[in-house]
């Protein structure tokens, strides 16, 4: 019969406080927080490749082509570019709190609602954009008599996808972060998180460049 080994409860405890920093459960092993920042990367390299594909066949298609017609970009857009800038400078401002975070009410309350603007933005400007194709839309020369207003759905309408993927990343690492501020494992998730959502504000900034030369 095999004897139990039983753990003393000092060295107990510093393995599961060892644990907890790292990110581990007791279903699996701990998680570096590296692995974070690294999923991150390879998220923004696949959707770089994609755009840069969408890039390509624009320019070709134009350039190939005796149908496109010059197309204005609604106003609006610019607006819209105005409030995702700020989104990402409030996603920096939540954070620095983060790093300053101390349980207790006046601490969510902050937390909250720092968080809760770029949420906010994230959301505005998803929705201003819906409201520009809306107004392109509602011109006369369409997607179907004009090839580049086909790419302005495209681009926009893609892009968006992943400006949503990215609100809802931001969202779920500062709930996780939240609830266990000061862990390395939450640190680097939100990290991660805020480099996805920087990179998709920098990659429309590079959209609207585009559309704006090539429309």
Known sequence: MAAKVSTPPNARHSVEKAGRENGASGRGLPVPPRLYYTG???????????????TSALVVRKGVSNDWRPLVLPRLMYLNTAALLASSVALEWARGSSRRFASGTAGNVLWNRRFGWVLAIGLAFLAGQTVAL??????PILAAANPGAAFFYLLTIVHGAFVLGGVLAVVYAAFKAKSA????????MLGAAAFYWHFVVALWIYLLVLLALEM
């Open 40 to 54: 991150s990367l390879l998220a923004a390299a696949a959707v770089a490749m994609i755009f840069a594909g969408l």
């Open 181 to 188: 501020a000061g862990q390395a494992r939450s640190r680097a």
């Open 134 to 139: 809306r107004q392109l839309a509602a011109r």
